[in-house]
Structures are given as structure tokens and as C-alpha cells.
């Protein structure tokens, strides 16, 4: 919220300057992103009338002005093209400086003598959006009221401060001049004064007599103030009004818009003008748009509109959007005679749904959507026919038409004096209190211990007896709040799931895998990039209500569609042997009126790097790392996401390790699948190599963890070692024979573990050898060679027996 100080010393004294006013306000709570001085840099600019406009013989563009500045008729080239004999501007004489370190000589251009320089008005320190309409391609021509050879900075009173406060939602009062001028007011303890909303009006007709107005959504619309205006001449705003709201950040147009727009900024109320004209039967209906209706806006836009959209209509067609913007067919035109002054109150939801819908953001859909006093209607609305009558735009109709079907009364609100000094840290007294309370306009009542407070109207935010302590802190000052430590011991401290999952990340960062964060918010699509089934349950999408795009319209499910983007990404820039993972959360929809079911997740992904055992071992490697032992690893070829005949699922036993040895049917939970990516799916991503991948129920995992680590003393009995090669089928897996092994060795059998699978010229088609490491040891002996080759040969019969494999020949 751009605010000229002048404009704020309009109604209340500030008598300290601005570094002092900006730290004051600051530590009352009103936060200033910038403060900007105009005019210092100024010196030597003039009000110049131009006599005369001839064109340079040597150039197609630019031409000669002959430019009376009071001491002298000065010779100016320029190439402005809106320059024409008899208008006001301003004139950068010889040797003037003007914003930013420029100066002005006089100089020659393409050969005609130039004696200075006719400004425009960025020239002299307003940005582009805010010049007056007709100077915006060219020179400032500015309003006939200044002496000729006047000095521009304090005729046109451009020494000016201008304070941008940063306005929090939750105080739609402070987006007005009135606003931060009660502000203002309460921090430096001075009065208030409101402007003049009185006029003159003519009593031979009421505005009763020009229009009627209907409201069918009260729900929508809580009140609708209309006023009227006649014998209207559009013209140029007065300059002290064009002033303000230039340097407020608006661009003057003509003086009803210009008036519409001040009153705007000035109490924070939007307004809108219709040409009266316009209004068909002489009515104003407020009610809902038709579905598909097309309306086209003030800026020449047409919008295709819905049934939740609020409309503000007549007896026959659509002439504004209620809160966003008006209509082209509605709107201020150089002839208009009769004007129909809107002051309405919307409901802020509906005003920000229809600007988010239509793409359209204005100064006025942004008040609304925040939240606008229907108090301030009819205020507003008067407010804008004393200016019309002041101005001379016009002449003001008696009456008001006030429509206010949304009428309510503020309650008072219990405020205990101990309970705001308790949360404050001070010792206020009652009285104290109540005056700063007071000086914000809020009506004060005591009892012992106790105010009763009412806020003023254009307070929404004020609901509870919070609220109340925030603004006795903000008035008595932050700066002046005793600093205090907290008083609770607190012991830092994280969960064991935190503290598994930083296990986690350090198992696999020390592997040489790099860890990925995407987004939890993901498109619906992925899934089918990945080939899950129709009636998959990672297709149980909570969706969002009010999401950016499709891309980011449902939280995610499963990790791999974002593991799969990074990889893809990686991989066309040409990123070689690339190792990721990320530990992330999903969502499982499970009812209308239910929470989603969250879980935490670990992808990990890679390409160019590793193959199916490297990534077996990667997998294996965690789980020891968290104490995990006895995981299966179980052929798996109907996934749709991973090759056939190269996937696997990730199994554990239900109830724990030591029943799994027990028992070695004993029933195995699935917590995830790993293996490599499909063809389909690779291409779906655009990987263009061998690409794997696994996803894993980490909750599941974390469940299982023990990280109790026990003392086992070293084998004090030399282990006996055995190599055996099988030749079997190529059906038969490896975990099936290690099961085998496991089962049948015993106790004596300490370890198995492959180490070669080979296919080539001396293995029969179809068949495939399996080579394997059997250690054996007793812990109360040395074993015999007869102990251990009774034991191995019970192995390879019960290989033999249940698979068919027998033992290779070497």
C-alpha cells in the first residue's frame, strides 16, 4: 500500500520526520517494505507554455518548439508526439538535473539548437503506469492551472515521501489512506480527521427517481448503496487530485473515474460508475451469472461466465461482475450526463473464486476477496458525490438507494486486564489499556478487572480476546515488551521413525547413492506411465480442491513417477551412472469423510551403474544395517512397472526373524518390489539404458528395526568351506535353493551364498549353473571330514530331490 505522507497528514498531525514515523510504525506492527523521497534530485525545471510546433528539416521524427518559460521563449527539439501549441509543460531548463544523476545541456539536434529539455513524466521520477493518459507515449502535458516560469518541484509539489507498508491479510482496513492514517493516529497519540462526505444536492429529484435496485443472492451481496449524479462533464482531474493518486500508484483517466479511484484508496471501499443511460428499466439486479453467459469487461475482454459468479445486472442484460470489474457497455463515456455511483458490499469468497476463474486481478477484487466493512458503503458513496460537487464534475441528486439486507451489529468483547498482561510480560493498568484501546476508535466499557470492548466496523479481524491483546502490545510498542526466556525445561529430541530415517539416509549416502525431494503434489497420470493395473490401489488419489494445474492435482501415491522424472532428466543431460533415492510420504484415499492413509516410502533408482544383484545387495545391505535379518526375495512378473523375469518382491515374516527360523512356512508380509524398469516404461520417460529401480514400505520397515546390537564371542573352531556348482533349469530360482540349503543344513551349516550364475557353450539349452559357497562350523568342536560331507551330501540330495538340480560336473 503505497502512502503519500502528504495525502496522510490530511487527516492527522505528524510532527517527527520519516525515519522516526517508519520506526515507530514498524514496531506498532506495520510493516514498510520501502520508503521513497521524489523531487531532491530536481533542480532547474520550469512550467513552459509551448507557442509553437514547427517540423526539423533534417528529420522525419522530430520537431522544433518555440516554449514561453516565463524569463525567455527557449528553442526545444523533440521528438514527442504528442506536443502541440499552447500546452502547460514541464521545461528542464540549461544546466538542470533531473532523478538518477542526469543533466541537462543545451546542445544541437541534426543541427537545430536545442535550449533545454521538455520532461515527460517518467523523466522526472514517476514510474510509466502511473502517467496521466494522454502523456503516456510522450511529453507531461499538464493541467492549465500553473504559472508560466513557476518552478515545476513546488508548483506540481513533487518533494514528496511516500511509504510502501506491506499490509497483512488479516488487515484489509489498513489498504486505505484512512486506514493507515488511524494507524497513525493511535501510535503517535493525535487525532483523527475525516473527510468531508457532505454535498450540496439538488432537491427537485431523488435518486429514487433514476433507480431501483433488486438483490436475489443476499448471501452474496450484503448491501448495495446507489447514488446518483447529473449534469456530469467528463474531463481532467483537478491536479492536486491527479497528485494523490499518482503518487499513490494509480493513473488518472478522467475526473468520475479519477473520483472513484480516490475514494477507493482513500477509505479502502471500492466504487464503480455506470453511465445511467445504460441501465435498462432503471434497475440494478444482483444475482448469480447463467452458465456459459459471455460478458465482455472494461477491458475489452470477452468473459465466459458460470452460475457461482455473482453478476450485477439490469432489466435486460449483465453490466458489471460484481467485485472484479465493470462492462464495456456500461461504462464512462465523454458524453455521459448521468451517473449511477455503485458502493456495494460482496462476499469475499465469491469475489476471489470469480477473479481466480476469469484471470482477472484488480485494485478492487483485492479489497473485496480480503474483506470490505459494509458499514463503509454508504459513507463511501457520499464521500464520492461531495468530490463530484467540489470539483465542479457534476451535479449531486438527493437520497441514497440503500439496499442492506446483511445488516449486523458488533458485539462487545470481553478483554481480562491480567490475562493481557500475562501474555505481554508487562503491568499495565486498566485505564491504560482502555486509552489505547480508544485510540484505535474502539468503544471502551470497565468493569473490575475487565474491559468490554466493541470494536469499530472496518475491524474484522478483531473476533476474540487475543486479538484484543496483539493491538495493546502493538500500541504500547513492541520495543517496549520485556525480553524473557521461556520458562519450560524443553528437551530436544526426535522420534524413533526420525531417527531410523536418518539411518537410512546415512546407510545409503555411504553407499555412493544420492538423495532426491520432489513434490508430494503430483499429476494422476503417472501411474500410467508406470503400467500399474486399473484396480491398483496407488490409483486411490486424494485430490485436491483447488490445485495449480493438472500436473499437481493429487497427492502422490507412490514415490517411482517422481523417481522415474529425475532419472529422466538426468539422463538426457547426459548424466552418467546416476544413484538416487528419496524417502518420502503417500497418500491412499479411503473415504469422502475419512483422512488419507499416509505412509513413508523409499525409492531408489539408478541407471548405467548397477544390475539386478548390485541392486539386491543395496537392499540387503539396509537391512542389515537396521537389524533386519531373514528378507525374501521372491520372483515377481505381473507388476507392469519392472521387467518380467527380472523383478522381484521384497518379503518379511509377519511375525519376526526367530519364528521364521522355527518355521520355515511361517507367513511373509510384502514391503516392496525391486528390479529392472520395463521397456515400456523406460521409454515412457524417455531413459534411453538399462534403468532399475525399487520402492519400499519403509513404515514397515522402520516397525521392524532393532538396532540392539549383541556380544558374540569369535569362533574359537575353524570353519570347513565347500564350493558346490548345480546345473538346473532355468525355472528354478536361486532363493528356492538357498531355501533348500538353509533348511537341510542344520546347525552345522553357518553361511551359504552365491557366488556365480553362468550360461554358455557347456550349459545345455535352457539350463543354467549355479554356483555356491557353503560354510559349515560347530561352536563345541573341530568337525571331521566325515561330518561335513555326510551333511553336504544330505544338501545336494534335498537339492536334487525338489528341484531337479544336480551337481555340475567341472
Known amino acids: 500500500m503505497l502512502v503519500p505522507i502528504s495525502w496522510l497528514r490530511a487527516y492527522t498531525d505528524i510532527d517527527v520526520d520519516v525515519t522516526e514515523f517508519a520506526e515507530r510504525m514498524v514496531m506498532s506492527g506495520s510493516n514498510i517494505e520501502t520508503v521513497k523521497t521524489f523531487g531532491a534530485e530536481i533542480k532547474g525545471v520550469v512550467i513552459g507554455r509551448v507557442l509553437s510546433v514547427e517540423k526539423h528539416e533534417n528529420s522525419d521524427h522530430l520537431v522544433i518548439c518555440r516554449v514561453d518559460v516565463g524569463s525567455a521563449a527557449l528553442q526545444i527539439v523533440t521528438g514527442a508526439t504528442n506536443v502541440t501549441p499552447g500546452i502547460l509543460v514541464p521545461v528542464a531548463l540549461h544546466g538542470s538535473d533531473l532523478p538518477g544523476g542526469v543533466k541537462i545541456k543545451k546542445g544541437k539536434l541534426r543541427g537545430a539548437v536545442s535550449e533545454g529539455m521538455i520532461c515527460a513524466a517518467d523523466e522526472l521520477g514517476f514510474d510509466d503506469k502511473v502517467t496521466p493518459?494522454?502523456?503516456?507515449?510522450?511529453?507531461?502535458?499538464?493541467?492549465?492551472?500553473?504559472?508560466?516560469?513557476?518552478?515545476?518541484?513546488?508548483?506540481?509539489?513533487?518533494?514528496?515521501?511516500?511509504?510502501?507498508?506491506?499490509?497483512?491479510?488479516?488487515?484489509?482496513?489498513?489498504?486505505?489512506?484512512?486506514?493507515?492514517?488511524?494507524?497513525?493516529?493511535?501510535?503517535?497519540?493525535?487525532?483523527?480527521?475525516?473527510?468531508?462526505?457532505?454535498?450540496?444536492?439538488?432537491?427537485?429529484?431523488?435518486?429514487?427517481?433514476?433507480?431501483?435496485?433488486?438483490?436475489?443472492?443476499?448471501?452474496?451481496?450484503?448491501?448495495?448503496?446507489?447514488?446518483?449524479?447529473?449534469?456530469?462533464?467528463?474531463?481532467?482531474?483537478?491536479?492536486?487530485?491527479?497528485?494523490?493518486?499518482?503518487?499513490?500508484?494509480?493513473?488518472?483517466?478522467?475526473?468520475?473515474?479519477?473520483?472513484?479511484?480516490?475514494?477507493?484508496?482513500?477509505?479502502?471501499?471500492?466504487?464503480?460508475?455506470?453511465?445511467?443511460?445504460?441501465?435498462?428499466?432503471?434497475?440494478?439486479?444482483?444475482?448469480?451469472?447463467?452458465?456459459?453467459?459471455?460478458?465482455?469487461?472494461?477491458?475489452?475482454?470477452?468473459?465466459?461466465?458460470?452460475?457461482?459468479?455473482?453478476?450485477?445486472?439490469?432489466?435486460?442484460?449483465?453490466?458489471?461482475i460484481a467485485g472484479v470489474m465493470g462492462g464495456l457497455n456500461s461504462e464512462i463515456e465523454a458524453d455521459t450526463q448521468t451517473i449511477l455511483v455503485e458502493a456495494a458490499n460482496f462476499n469475499p469468497d465469491s469475489v476471489r473464486l470469480t477473479s481466480k476463474k476469469l484471470g482477472i486481478r484488480s485494485?478492487?477484487?483485492?479489497?473485496?476477496?480480503?474483506?470490505?466493512?459494509?458499514?463503509?458503503?454508504?459513507?463511501?458513496?457520499?464521500?464520492?458525490?461531495?468530490?463530484?460537487?467540489?470539483?465542479g464534475a457534476g451535479r449531486v441528486v438527493s437520497g441514497i438507494v440503500d439496499n442492506y439486507p446483511g445488516k449486523s451489529v458488533r458485539e462487545p468483547i470481553d478483554v481480562r486486564v491480567d490475562r493481557v498482561n500475562a501474555l505481554l510480560g508487562t503491568e499495565l493498568t486498566q485505564d491504560e489499556m482502555a486509552k489505547m484501546l480508544e485510540r484505535l476508535e474502539m468503544d471502551v466499557a470497565t468493569a473490575p478487572g475487565l474491559l468490554r470492548v466493541t470494536p469499530p466496523h472496518v475491524r474484522l479481524d478483531l473476533t476474540e480476546e487475543v486479538d484484543f491483546s496483539e493491538e495493546i502490545g502493538r500500541i504500547y510498542g513492541y520495543d517496549n515488551l520485556n525480553t524473557t526466556l521461556h520458562r519450560d525445561n524443553v528437551e530436544a529430541g526426535c522420534s524413533r521413525s526420525w531417527m531410523l530415517r536418518g539411518i537410512v539416509r546415512e546407510t545409503l549416502t555411504a553407499m555412493g547413492i544420492s538423495e532426491i525431494q520432489t513434490y508430494s503434489f503430483v499429476s494422476p497420470v503417472g501411474v500410467d506411465l508406470i503400467g500399474l493395473p486399473a484396480d491398483s490401489d496407488k490409483r486411490r488419489f486424494v485430490k485436491l480442491i483447488n490445485p495449480l494445474g493438472e500436473e499437481n492435482s493429487v497427492m502422490r501415491t507412490t514415490l517411482l513417477p517422481n523417481m522415474l522424472d529425475v532419472l529422466s532428466v538426468n539422463f538426457n543431460r547426459?548424466?552418467?551412472?546416476?544413484?538416487?533415492?528419496?524417502?518420502?510420504?503417500?497418500?491412499?484415499?479411503?473415504?469422502?469423510?475419512?483422512?488419507?492413509?499416509?505412509?513413508?516410502?523409499?525409492?531408489?533408482?539408478?541407471?548405467?551403474?548397477?544390475?539386478?544383484?548390485?541392486?539386491?545387495?543395496?537392499?540387503?545391505?539396509?537391512?542389515?544395517?537396521?537389524?533386519?535379518?531373514?528378507?525374501?526375495?521372491?520372483?515377481?512378473?505381473?507388476?507392469?512397472?519392472?521387467?518380467?523375469?527380472?523383478?522381484?518382491?521384497?518379503?518379511?515374516?509377519?511375525?519376526?526373524?526367530?519364528?521364521?527360523?522355527a518355521d520355515d512356512d511361517a507367513p511373509l508380509r510384502e514391503i516392496g518390489f525391486m528390479g529392472e524398469l520395463h521397456p515400456d516404461v523406460r521409454t515412457a520417460y524417455d531413459i534411453g539404458a538399462e534403468a532399475w529401480g525399487a520402492e519400499i514400505d519403509l513404515d514397515i520397515v522402520i516397525e521392524r528395526a532393532d538396532l540392539m546390537r549383541y556380544y558374540t564371542p569369535l569362533d574359537r573352531y575353524p570353519a570347513v568351506m565347500r564350493d558346490v556348482s548345480l546345473l538346473t533349469t532355468e525355472d528354478v530360482t536361486v532363493g528356492a535353493i538357498e531355501g533348500i540349503i538353509a533348511k537341510t543344513g542344520g546347525k552345522l551349516l553357518e553361511r551359504v551364498q552365491l557366488f556365480d550364475i553362468y550360461r554358455g557353450e557347456q550349459i545345455p539349452p535352457g539350463m543354467k549353473s549355479l554356483s555356491f559357497n557353503l560354510t559349515y562350523r560347530a561352536a563345541d568342536r573341530t568337525l571331521t571330514d566325515e561330518e561335513v560331507a555326510k551333511v553336504h551330501e544330505k544338501i545336494l540330495n534335498a537339492i536334487e530331490e525338489n528341484t531337479g538340480a544336480t551337481l555340475r560336473e567341472v
Not at 458503503?377 to 461531495?386: E, K, P, Y
Open 133 to 320: 493518459l494522454g502523456s503516456k507515449d510522450g511529453i507531461w502535458v499538464l493541467p492549465d492551472e500553473f504559472e508560466i516560469g513557476a518552478d515545476a518541484v513546488e508548483a506540481l509539489g513533487l518533494n514528496e515521501t511516500v511509504v510502501d507498508f506491506e499490509i497483512t491479510p488479516n488487515r484489509p482496513d489498513c489498504l486505505s489512506i484512512l486506514g493507515m492514517a488511524r494507524e497513525t493516529a493511535a501510535v503517535f497519540g493525535t487525532a483523527l480527521r475525516y473527510p468531508n462526505t457532505a454535498s450540496e444536492a439538488d432537491t427537485e429529484q431523488s435518486a429514487a427517481d433514476f433507480i431501483k435496485v433488486e438483490i436475489r443472492r443476499p448471501d452474496l451481496c450484503g448491501r448495495y448503496a446507489a447514488r446518483v449524479a447529473k449534469d456530469v462533464v467528463v474531463a481532467e482531474s483537478p491536479w492536486w487530485l491527479q497528485r494523490r493518486l499518482m503518487f499513490a500508484g494509480m493513473r488518472p483517466i478522467n475526473n468520475i473515474v479519477d473520483i472513484t479511484n480516490y475514494v477507493m484508496l482513500e477509505y479502502g471501499h471500492p466504487i464503480h460508475a455506470f453511465d445511467i443511460r445504460t441501465i435498462a428499466g432503471d434497475t440494478i439486479i444482483v444475482d448469480t451469472a447463467k452458465t456459459g453467459e459471455t460478458f465482455t469487461t472494461l477491458d475489452n475482454a470477452a468473459r465466459v461466465l458460470d452460475a457461482d459468479m455473482l453478476l450485477i445486472g439490469d432489466a435486460e442484460k449483465g453490466v458489471a
Open 363 to 391: 485494485e478492487a477484487s483485492s479489497r473485496f476477496e480480503k474483506g470490505v466493512s459494509a458499514e463503509l458503503s454508504g459513507t463511501a458513496a457520499d464521500r464520492v458525490c461531495a468530490l463530484i460537487a467540489e470539483t
Open 574 to 661: 547426459s548424466n552418467a551412472d546416476v544413484k538416487l533415492f528419496e524417502i518420502g510420504n503417500t497418500f491412499l484415499h479411503t473415504g469422502e469423510d475419512e483422512l488419507p492413509e499416509e505412509r513413508i516410502a523409499l525409492s531408489v533408482g539408478a541407471y548405467g551403474a548397477w544390475g539386478f544383484f548390485e541392486l539386491k545387495g543395496i537392499v540387503e545391505g539396509l537391512l542389515s544395517r537396521l537389524g533386519i535379518a531373514g528378507a525374501v526375495f521372491e520372483s515377481a512378473s505381473d507388476t507392469g512397472t519392472y521387467h518380467p523375469g527380472r523383478c522381484a518382491r521384497i518379503l518379511l515374516p509377519v511375525s519376526g526373524i526367530a519364528e521364521r527360523d
